[in-house]
């Protein structure tokens, strides 16, 4: 006879419903002794000012121009980006149908979140955090507004274990003309999922009543009686380790009181509040190993073009979402290595989302250097 | 008026037939100054025989066993497997349809590719490396015949820079009761583009006379006048930086003069060559920095039940083929980050594909640390 089956024991698969992709969950490995390479440990002491910094204020950057004396945030185009502003060079005859070209145009921007080279999302008043929630809203416009655009990619990349090459606090975006491949699959997903014929709750739904699987989501994780993925929640958002987490501590982030197509569409109480559980998700993070936790953030919303809180189309069904991904796995210099069975077959992952969550709750919400104090 | 094309100037994006995504190039972005992380050297210093090592014959392993005395290669089961052998125990019903489990179950097994504790697969004999394929098709042919099993995955995760814990030679075999993420994606595409309409050229067919997609590709590239993203070929294989590459030098290493569904298919002839293609390939990986090249490499293949030679079914339209995926970038310490845009948005390159496949062609297929002797 079988036995019954104990997600926190038994290995299993779980359904990720944004990407349409599986992930194996290895619990009993837990114990298993770590042999592999140890990173080195990241600096915690670090300048307020650092006169080789081409972020700081007032300094010169590698293509030679200069970083305003900015008192707040600052955004400016990057100077080595990625892809390059319309008009694009004509698509050439292909010599094959497996060997076609797109050309793709757009823009990366940079935004520089604080003057101060020293400190992080973490460690910034929740008014910082505001200022920079208002940066990302006008770029988002701004950028979407510009003819060709599809879509306006905000992220942070933060940590020199994810190759990002500069502690002075500050993010990305990257606007292109054609809808990257994470986030076409993901609306397709939305999509599907709106006109899926599973029974619902009284969760909020997507424009015209459909049932958007975020909103649905977020809903079923705060009302569980055990709460077991829920982090940290606020009147309107909510942090969860995702039932499908790829990443050890995984964090999607989202409003769960209603549906929310983009940034832009935000109520000045909403915007509030992100602020709010921004700065609780990253003091968590810090908290947890000790250091300045090393993640990949991004913003998902609707694509371009922009949509009105007036006026609604099928891209509508997008639900505002944060993907935090950060690599560390057991202390602040042993990682987890994307590699082997993951990047041939499928993605796995050992400590269960339960029990990451679990740890990231048990963290305090007041950081860890400013304790010491 | 727009500009003429040119792919190794212009920013554009190319469409992976496989698994149905696009990567940027980017290749105007060569030139930025390298500010990341840089990691460190790998040791190239190994004893023939290290005490330490649970791998080198003789030895005990971390769960108390003992590895055996052998001669030429070994096969046993993970001590920390992923997966555990069925029966599983039953799915639980779930609370919610977006928290469904399902219990998976398969075997773990090690292949240690040779005695010696400081060689790899670029420094073993052609005979060596035919003992390999052997063991790879027992062990894919034995765990296939396996009540419940839908796939095997054979892989190799080598290097520090990967997280492989142990530099003694030797790879993994996973095989699981469910068909995985990225093996499930790419039969769809072979079935997809098995029933395309595109023109083909006389490139091997699949089973029944229809287009498969790595055959048409494969023969394309082998042909083209330039052959510029082939980096080495013999009678039945070819090594190429696939069009769509994503890790900086990817190959893609595959049979082109007919279809085969797996390597229980391969003749003697085609295993032979499979050898000498294994070792030129690695040699000029490990010769590109002069170091031991780190990578994940998987052999990819049609799904469980394995097919006969005489019989066919719609899953024998794969097409046998082995990933490269290597981190590195630019030298032996400076290495690729999957971050920032990457997780977020959209795969991302700097240099081009055929530019990769020049610098592994300019590449000596004598290994450095045999040519100095
Ligand atoms: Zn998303
Ligand atoms: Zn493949």
Redo the contacts with the bound molecule.
Sequence with gaps: MAEIFDPSTHPHRRYNP??NEHVIVSPHRNKRPWLGQVEPPQSTELPQYDPACYLCPGNTRAGGRKTEAYKHTLIFENDFAAVLPPPMPEAPVAPHHLLTTDPVGGVCDVLIFHPRHDLTISRLSVQDLQRIIEEWISIYVKRGSQEGIKHVQIFENKGAMMGCSNPHPHGQIWSFTAEPT??AR?KVNFIDYSKSIHPHSSAPKGPHGKPCV?CEYAHTEVNLESAERVVVKNEQWVAVVPWWAYWPFEI?LLPYHRHIPSISHLTSEEKTSFADILSKVTKRYDNLFSCSFPYSM?I?QRPIPLSLPEETDEDDIVHL???FSPPLLRSATVKKFMAGIELMAEAQRDITPEQAAAQLRACSEIHYMDAKE
Tied chains: 1, 2.
């Design positions: 944004l990407n994470i986030l993901e975020l999607l991004g998902h979402h944060l993907h």
